[in-house]
């Protein structure tokens, strides 16, 4: 079994060499198979086929844009916070756009790796801080959407322009106007319902088993009813 996993392993650093080298087309099974001395039948006795193979790739892409994303420290300001958050993400895509085009643009990619999802779950709580401190506009599943939808297409959309025709000031007015977008400005005036009910239920999302599951699919109809109110 050890022999099997460090054929695993030299196989998937051949790949991720290739891939900062060459870009996502140099990542072919002739050369993976060449840089890491293998032949083609024992690179498929370890993966399905060559996407398998670029999804352990591309999670360690993740793992290295969440190093630099758990780097960041978290201040008293969540929608600050937030800002950082967002430049981070633009800035690795710009910075490693081998990794990034393989991680969110490849056609074949069908559903979230683990190291994906941790690094949703890391957004979801920079936002959850904001909903929590009442100052999120709009429910915490809306505004995780629109900020990763947002950074997304926007670091594909500057990876695709040549260097010598991009807009680096995008990433921070998109950025501004996608966040102004879904939060309040701090105040001492009191939240209106739907900010209320968008802290509350951050809030209770802390505190898991304080209700049953009965009580608190009840709790969030009724909290998601109000937070979709416009006032």
């Known amino acids: 079994m050890k022999d099997r996993g460090d054929t695993r392993q ?3 650093r051949a790949a991720t060499e290739l891939l900062e080298r060459d870009g996502r087309e140099g990542v072919t099974t002739r050369a993976v198979c060449a840089t890491a ?12 086929d060559m996407n398998e193979l670029l999804d352990e790739v ?17 201040t008293d300001d969540p929608v600050a916070d937030l800002r950082r958050g967002w430049d981070t993400h633009v800035e690795f895509g710009l910075e490693n756009p081998a990794y990034y085009l393989l991680m969110y643009s490849r056609p074949t990619l069908q559903r979230r790796s683990r190291t994906d999802e ?13 909903a929590v401190s009442g100052r999120l506009t709009v429910p915490v599943d809306t505004a995780v959407d629109m900020v990763h939808s947002a950074g997304v297409g926007l670091t594909l959309n500057l990876l695709q322009t040549p260097r010598e025709h991009r807009d680096l000031t995008l ?16 105040t001492s005036a009191p939240a209106d319902l739907a900010q209320r009910a968008i802290s509350l239920r951050a809030v209770l999302d802390q505190a898991p088993d304080l209700y049953s599951p009965g009580e608190r699919a009840l709790l969030d109809e009724l909290l998601a009813r109000a937070a979709s109110r416009v006032t």
């Open 10 to 12: 030299r196989i998937i």
């Open 37 to 48: 001395g293998v032949q083609p039948p024992t690179l498929y006795r370890q993966f399905a």
């Open 58 to 74: 591309a999670d360690i892409g993740f793992s290295q844009y969440l190093e630099r994303k758990h780097a960041i420290e978290l």
């Open 171 to 186: 990433p921070r007015r998109l950025g501004d106007a996608v966040i102004d977008s879904i939060t309040a400005v701090e």
């Open 118 to 130: 941790r690094a949703l779950d890391r957004l979801r709580m920079l936002v959850e801080r904001i």
